[in-house]
């Protein structure tokens, strides 16, 4: 199978909303009046990013998931993506099961693919990812303002635990494992809800990072800074095994874990009701974990007020 006949039987289908999509040198897309596109690209390299034994078609569906938690942080609705794969060999059992993954996750945000680049090498999956957003609605990271309240989506935690396991830092009974790689290799990324909450939320962010490093980024970009409660912690734990974990490594998870791609975002107290009827209409959960403050530090505060000395770190590549 060469090059061109891969493309045409694993990625390529009619265009639904490109005005031109695969094959051509460029896609060509027609933006809808009254909205800015949104951009984002996130890579997953072999290794770094995922272990060579995970399933094809989990590995499709997570490299489109990350890009377009991306989208749901800046409250843009999904259009469409390219995709650049560098493979080892043209494996058709391989590439049936990530096509079939990505596409199925594609299909579900409307979100088309309009093209790519395809070459041997080392296993890596790069996709860029196309939004729009009314003008003007997209929510940044630069929008929390002191006296904002900080809410989380979902649960935290579960994947760096996954993660634990594998690295045998850990040992979980198999069915408790076996949800916590659910939540590794198949997150879902939270775009209903990052669109519901334009006009709502001053400033978001996902948990790709760690929640209290992309809080931070959250805080560097707003010049404010943040207390936590860690009393709200296990209500971010509520359907996970990390509960029953000891604490200081359920805590870890939770406040630096990161791969969950849920959002994190500041709202001001008058939207504790707006927040409640999105987080019933998305189906989602939402915790309220703290509030935004004029001091330039992100404090942690235990269930009597008492700071709790911050010894948690969010994953960086180069650190
Ligand atoms: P070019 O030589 O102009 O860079 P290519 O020959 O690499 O284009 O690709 C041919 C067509 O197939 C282009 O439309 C490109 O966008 C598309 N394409 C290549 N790889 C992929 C892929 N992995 N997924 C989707 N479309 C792809
Ligand atoms: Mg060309």
């Excluded at 948690?312 to 650190?319: L, Q």
């Amino acid at each position: 199978m060469g090059e061109f006949d891969l493309i045409e039987r694993f990625f390529k289908r009619p265009p639904r909303k490109a005005d031109v999509g695969i094959g051509d040198d460029c896609a060509v897309w027609s933006a809808r009046a009254g909205h800015q596109l949104a951009f984002s690209a996130d890579m997953l390299v072999e290794g770094r990013h995922f272990l060579s034994t995970v399933e094809p078609s989990r590995l499709g569906h997570k490299a489109l998931a990350v890009n377009l938690s991306d989208l749901a942080a800046c409250g843009a609705t999904p259009q469409a993506f390219l995709l650049s794969l560098s493979l080892p060999r043209a494996d058709e059992g391989w590439l049936s099961g990530f096509s079939q993954g990505l596409f199925q996750l594609a299909d579900a945000h409307h979100c088309e693919l309009i093209g790519g680049d395809t070459t041997q090498g080392p296993l890596n999956i790069a996709i860029t990812v196309m939004g729009d957003v009314p003008v003007g609605q997209s929510i940044l990271r630069s929008g929390a303002q002191v006296g904002d309240d900080i809410y989380v989506s979902g649960h935290l935690g579960d994947a760096r635990l996954a993660l634990e396991a594998f690295r045998g830092s850990v040992g979980l009974p198999q069915p408790v494992f076996d949800t916590a790689r659910l939540r590794m290799e198949l997150p879902t990324p939270r775009v209903a809800l990052g669109m519901a909450l334009r006009g709502i939320a001053h400033a978001m962010a996902d948990i790709s990072d760690g929640l209290l490093g992309d809080l931070g980024h959250i805080l560097k970009a707003s010049h404010v800074g943040a207390e936590i409660d860690l009393a709200a912690m296990p209500d971010l734990m509520q359907t996970s095994h990390l509960w029953s974990c000891p604490s200081d490594l359920a805590l870890t998870c939770v406040l630096s874990g990161g791969d969950d791609y849920e959002l994190v975002f500041c709202a001001p107290p008058s939207a504790s009701e707006a927040i409640h009827a999105v987080s019933q209409a998305c189906m989602t959960p939402i915790t309220r974990i703290g509030r935004i403050t004029g001091q330039p530090e992100l404090v942690l505060r235990d269930a009597h007020g008492q700071i709790v000395p911050l010894k948690f770190r969010s994953f960086d590549h180069f650190a």
